[in-house]
């Protein structure tokens, strides 16, 4: 109904700093199979922005094109660094590349086992992310890890064990611990609570949510669970076959859906 | 003397709303139009009218939950003015931060978090230390009657009316120039709709212009000065 609402180009408020990351007509296609069509928007520092739609929408293709994991087939992704300095993702060296990669942003995946090592212990993937920062002191790598064990609420004596030794709501704090552990600004999450019982869900949304608010993180998250985006995003997206096919307050888009697709998605929900 | 006290603080204008149900044949359900209402500081309005006729979708409006077909709705934000029909959800987030506040007639509960937690955040977003923020929510769940062996527990599993009074207590933790709320006493016993009365007074006093629904004609009374008749469609 209203896609021309995520590309309007709206000003900084007052005070405010400029957008993390501006996404300008993006667009790719796997051969000639369209993956995602002409997305644009401005991610401001703070925010917590969800990309909502069903599998085969697009969202994860739009996730990994905004992480660099890929080049888009057109369209740009500029982002602003530490520094002020504006970069486009997919011009930049590999030497910025990397930095940035391991220094500014986070990517929390589904499955826990693609974003840890799981033959290295609990304190070993976490100081290892500090050690690509440029950490050497082992003790305070160590206490680091076990101070970070301590906020994904996972007991300090667990910090010698390797993550296939944990359950899988543990496994996925670690990988969130690995990955906040280096103060990122910007952290994409793909489904971070999509493999998880709902009793442990309902811990790591609680936990997900804290961390972004107390650090002030920027994130996109991609999630097909419109309760999730409910809670943690403060705007969203939402894709089908590739487009957006509304946008804006998260509350607004749950609760007064203008969209036919948005309609049926809202209205699919199980009430419980 | 300040000259800008008795300018409106919430001010709208042609304001409509309908609902086109795509999933249901392509339904339109009219919420209201064409409203004109201005709202001043210290001032109540007390939205009246039968089931049906738009009170709550009126409310959700003003909130920016509900999203308008035409109008405005022009808050005066700080030393701005941000039209909650048209605003960015920044700007709307930024709003709803501190200059308006809701009460809805249901607690949207939030996993695990403690209902002394859910009311000190309001606090601690800002800027308030946390053993601070705590002791100010202790004292207002104390003033409604919420026990406090149940200060540490989520409010999942209270009951409609303890539910309710956390959700006042985050209503009222702080002042907002605008305050909404939606049937605050619907499910509340004599004493404890008292204290919301009293609460509600008190916001009042302190500048908060209220619009509200008030089922309780005895309430309605008791807090506003001016009614606002919404007529079925």
């Not at chain 1, 180009?9 to 957008?19: K, S, V, W």
Request: hydrophobic content about 40%.
């Amino acid at each position: 109904m209203m896609p021309d609402e995520i590309s309007r180009r709206t000003e900084a408020l007052p005070g405010e700093e400029p957008a993390l990351l501006q996404v300008e007509g993006l667009s790719h296609y796997y051969g000639e199979r369209l993956g995602c069509r002409d997305i644009s928007f401005d991610l401001w520092p703070g925010e917590v922005l969800g990309i909502v739609g069903e599998s085969g929408s697009g969202k994860s293709t739009l996730l990994n094109l905004l992480a660099g994991r890929f080049p888009p087939s057109s369209g740009t992704i500029r982002y602003r660094d530490a520094e002020g300095l504006t970069h486009d993702i997919n011009s930049l060296s590999e030497a910025v590349r990397r930095r940035i990669l391991r220094t500014e942003w986070g990517f929390v995946h589904q499955h826990p086992r693609d974003g840890l090592r799981m033959r290295v212990s609990a304190g070993g993937n976490i100081g290892e992310r500090l050690m690509a920062c440029g950490s050497r002191h082992y003790g305070n790598i160590r206490s680091t890890a076990l101070d970070w064990l301590e906020r994904v609420e996972i007991a300090a004596d667990r910090i010698d064990d390797r993550p296939t030794a944990y359950s899988g709501g543990m496994q996925q704090r670690l990988q969130i611990a690995r990955n906040l552990v280096s103060g990122p600004r910007l952290v994409f999450m793909d489904e971070p609570t999509g493999g998880l019982d709902v009793s442990v869900q309902a811990k790591l949304l609680d936990l997900l949510r804290q961390l972004v608010r107390g650090l002030g993180l920027s994130v996109v998250l991609v999630t097909h669970d419109l309760a999730v985006a409910r809670l943690l995003a403060h705007r969203l997206i939402v894709m089908r076959r590739g487009e957006v096919v509304e946008s804006g307050l998260s509350d607004q888009v749950l609760d007064d859906p203008h969209h036919p697709y948005t309609q049926l998605l809202v209205s699919s929900i199980l009430q419980g | 003397m300040d000259t800008t006290v008795n300018e409106p603080v919430l001010s709208v204008r042609g304001l409509s709303k309908s609902f086109t149900l795509h999933t249901q044949g392509g339904t339109v359900i009219e919420a209201f139009a064409d409203l004109d209402i201005a709202v001043r500081p210290g001032e109540c309005l007390a939205l009246h009218g039968p089931s049906g006729a738009g009170k709550s979708t009126l409310l959700r409006a003003l909130y920016a939950n509900y999203k308008p077909c035409s109008g405005s709705i022009i808050v005066k934000h700080g030393n701005s003015q941000v039209d909650m029909a048209t605003a960015s959800p920044r700007a709307v987030l930024s709003v709803r931060h501190s200059t308006m506040g809701y009460v809805s007639q249901f607690l949207r509960v939030i996993p695990r978090v403690s209902c002394l937690d859910i009311v000190a955040e309001r606090l601690s977003l800002h800027g308030e230390k946390d053993d601070a923020a705590r002791e100010k929510a202790g004292e207002l769940l104390a003033r409604l009657r919420i026990p406090k062996g149940l200060w540490n527990l989520a409010p999942a599993t209270f009951s409609g009316g303890e539910q309710q009074r956390v959700n006042i207590a985050r209503g009222f933790i702080r002042h907002y120039p605008i305050l909404l709320l939606d049937e605050p006493t619907a499910s509340l016993d004599a004493a404890n709709r008292e204290t919301v009365v009293a609460l509600i007074r008190e916001a009042r006093s302190a500048g908060s212009a209220v619009i509200g629904i008030f089922h309780d004609e005895a309430v309605r009374d008791a807090v506003a000065d001016r009614v606002f008749t919404l007529r079925p469609h």
